[in-house]
């Protein structure tokens, strides 16, 4: 296998919040090849966002990068001079926000705002740049795109600005896509609709594709490859099907339960109790998952659990792992 695209290793993040710091993202490693699809999974506070920005490296104050590298087409983004890393930005990797709003300023016309970023990274005129963004506004399914090009931000519905945000991200012509949950803010259609748009783009211009959500079975129709997260760790990861029909990890077996499933439909529904670490108390000692999983062993609490490898292309952090193969049942989901 060749060199991956992207080579994450031991990325530490940590914010200063009530006098201490607490690690948002703990040693994470992973890597990303050309055109690979690859899924981050996580409930809200795992970290998700964050790994997001940090493989950008525009972490801002109260947070830092305090260890790891980021290695992106040979070159560590974390040690890249401003106008090096402007070049990689948007260029070579770029992000669309959970929140299309956050990456569209609202008192310029979207073809302002699209030609810039062309003119920026492609170096075209200003003709060519116009062009490119009609042409770019027609790929992402947004009818009359002559027309759209002259209209603000606040006169689009948020399907329409969640795919302005997509052909921005495109407009660089990057070679790896970072999308942090774009499905999260509208309606269950239009996320089939931008899902199928993501999955025709990345395809088309054979681009590797890094999705990130809490949604397990969105990300497991998209993705090829699936990482857990849990309290800024990684704590399983493997094939998608692999990962999501014989899960190692209980936490991971517990965000399958919660996922909603017309196949598979039930009242009340699943929920995982507890809460996420909170980074006021006590840091956790040992498996930062033990004070919710209703596996945990005495060592649990002592120890950090070490990486297991049983099968080829799926690996676990946890000292009370599922059988396998087939579903397990941790048990850690329950209703309420």
Same mark, same amino acid.
């Given at each position: 296998?060749? @060199?991956?695209?992207?080579?994450?290793?031991?990325?530490?993040?940590?914010?200063?919040?009530?006098?201490?710091?607490?690690?948002?993202?703990?040693?994470?490693?992973?890597?990303?090849?050309?055109?690979?699809?690859?899924?981050?999974?996580?409930?809200?506070?795992?970290?998700?966002?964050?790994?997001?920005?940090?493989?950008?490296?525009?972490?801002?104050?109260?947070?830092?990068?305090?260890?790891?590298?980021?290695?992106?087409?040979?070159?560590?983004?974390?040690?890249?001079? $401003?106008? +090096?890393?402007?070049?990689?930005?948007?260029?070579?990797?770029?992000?669309?926000?959970? @929140?299309?709003?956050?990456?569209?300023?609202?008192?310029?016309?979207? %073809?302002?705002?699209?030609?810039?970023?062309?003119?920026?990274?492609?170096?075209?005129?200003?003709?060519?740049?116009?062009?490119?963004?009609?042409?770019?506004? %027609?790929?992402?399914?947004?009818?009359?795109? +002559?027309?759209?090009?002259?209209?603000?931000?606040?006169?689009?519905?948020?399907?329409?600005?969640?795919?302005?945000?997509?052909?921005?991200?495109?407009?660089?012509?990057?070679?790896?896509?970072?999308?942090?949950?774009?499905?999260?803010?509208?309606?269950?259609?239009?996320?089939?609709?931008?899902?199928?748009?993501?999955?025709?783009?990345?395809?088309?211009?054979?681009?590797?594709?890094?999705?990130?959500?809490?949604?397990?079975?969105?990300?497991?129709?998209?993705?090829?490859?699936?990482?857990?997260?849990?309290?800024?760790?990684?704590?399983?990861?493997?094939?998608?099907?692999?990962?999501?029909?014989?899960? $190692?990890?209980?936490?991971? @077996?517990?965000?399958?339960?919660?996922?909603?499933?017309?196949? +598979?439909?039930?009242?009340?529904?699943?929920?995982?109790?507890?809460?996420?670490?909170?980074?006021?108390?006590?840091?956790?000692?040992?498996?930062?998952?033990?004070?919710?999983?209703?596996?945990?062993? @005495?060592?649990?609490?002592?120890?950090?659990?070490? +990486?297991?490898?049983?099968?080829? %292309?799926?690996?676990?952090?946890?000292?009370?792992?599922?059988?396998?193969?087939?579903?397990?049942?941790?048990?850690?989901?329950?209703?309420?």
């Amino acid at each position: 296998m060749s @060199d991956p695209l992207l080579n994450v290793e031991g990325l530490t993040t940590v914010y200063r919040v009530g006098g201490r710091e607490f690690a948002a993202l703990n040693d994470v490693s992973l890597t990303c090849q050309a055109g690979e699809r690859l899924g981050v999974v996580g409930e809200s506070g795992s970290g998700k966002s964050v790994l997001a920005l940090s493989l950008l490296n525009i972490i801002r104050a109260p947070g830092r990068i305090t260890a790891g590298r980021v290695v992106f087409a040979d070159q560590d983004i974390l040690h890249l001079r $401003r106008r +090096e890393l402007r070049r990689v930005r948007g260029g070579g990797m770029s992000l669309i926000f959970q @929140d299309a709003a956050a990456s569209l300023t609202p008192v310029y016309p979207v %073809g302002v705002q699209l030609g810039e970023i062309i003119r920026t990274h492609l170096s075209v005129t200003r003709a060519e740049a116009a062009r490119q963004s009609v042409q770019l506004l %027609g790929q992402v399914g947004i009818p009359e795109p +002559e027309r759209r090009l002259r209209a603000f931000p606040s006169e689009l519905s948020g399907g329409m600005k969640q795919r302005v945000a997509i052909a921005m991200a495109l407009a660089s012509e990057p070679s790896l896509l970072i999308a942090d949950d774009p499905t999260s803010a509208v309606d269950v259609t239009i996320q089939a609709q931008i899902l199928e748009l993501l999955r025709h783009l990345v395809d088309e211009r054979q681009l590797a594709l890094i999705y990130i959500s809490h949604d397990f079975r969105v990300v497991s129709t998209i993705c090829e490859r699936l990482l857990i997260l849990y309290a800024g760790g990684i704590v399983e990861q493997g094939d998608a099907p692999s990962v999501f029909n014989a899960p $190692r990890h209980p936490y991971t @077996d517990a965000l399958l339960a919660c996922s909603p499933s017309v196949e +598979e439909y039930r009242f009340p529904f699943a929920t995982l109790p507890g809460n996420p670490p909170n980074p006021r108390d006590d840091p956790i000692v040992g498996c930062q998952f033990h004070p919710r999983c209703p596996r945990a062993l @005495d060592v649990c609490a002592r120890e950090t659990p070490h +990486e297991e490898s049983p099968t080829a %292309g799926h690996s676990y952090r946890c000292w009370s792992p599922l059988d396998a193969p087939g579903r397990g049942s941790s048990a850690a989901a329950s209703a309420p």
